[in-house]
């Protein structure tokens, strides 16, 4: 088992900048890929960004690709998200989460959740 609890979130101006970091708890996190997801009001969850256990693959969704940022320390058991120049659309409800084996894209891949934290752009 595995325990996430997401930070950071808050509101913010369109172009500012956030960090979220998703503390975990439990089993080895290191041996975890580790993502984030988000989801909006009304829409579904939707795959934002993750990386390997060692952080040396990335991968992200093109609508914040070159302008988030996803890293870890495994000393810390902690996953960051770095926004930078944020936008209304990103307003969401942003979700970390585990699973085991390679990187995934679909939510329903991912075997751990924790309770998310909101981000809110204002134009």
């Known amino acids: 088992q595995v325990q996430l609890v997401e930070s950071g979130g808050g509101l913010v101006q369109a172009g500012d900048s956030l960090r979220l970091s998703c503390a975990a708890s439990?089993?080895?996190?290191?041996?975890?890929?580790m993502g984030w997801f988000r989801q909006a009001p009304g829409k579904e969850r939707e795959f934002v960004a993750a990386l390997t256990w060692s952080g040396s693959n990335t991968y992200y969704a093109d609508s914040v690709k070159g302008r988030f940022s996803i890293s870890r320390d495994n000393a810390k058991s902690t996953v960051y998200l770095q926004m930078n120049s944020l936008k209304p659309e990103d307003t969401a409800v942003y979700y970390c989460?585990?699973?085991?084996?390679?990187?995934?894209?679909?939510?329903?891949?991912?075997?751990?959740w924790g309770q998310g934290t909101q981000v809110t752009v204002s134009s």
């Open positions: 439990g089993r080895t996190f290191s041996s975890y890929v």
């Open positions: 989460a585990a699973r085991t084996n390679n990187i995934a894209t679909r939510s329903r891949d991912y075997d751990y």
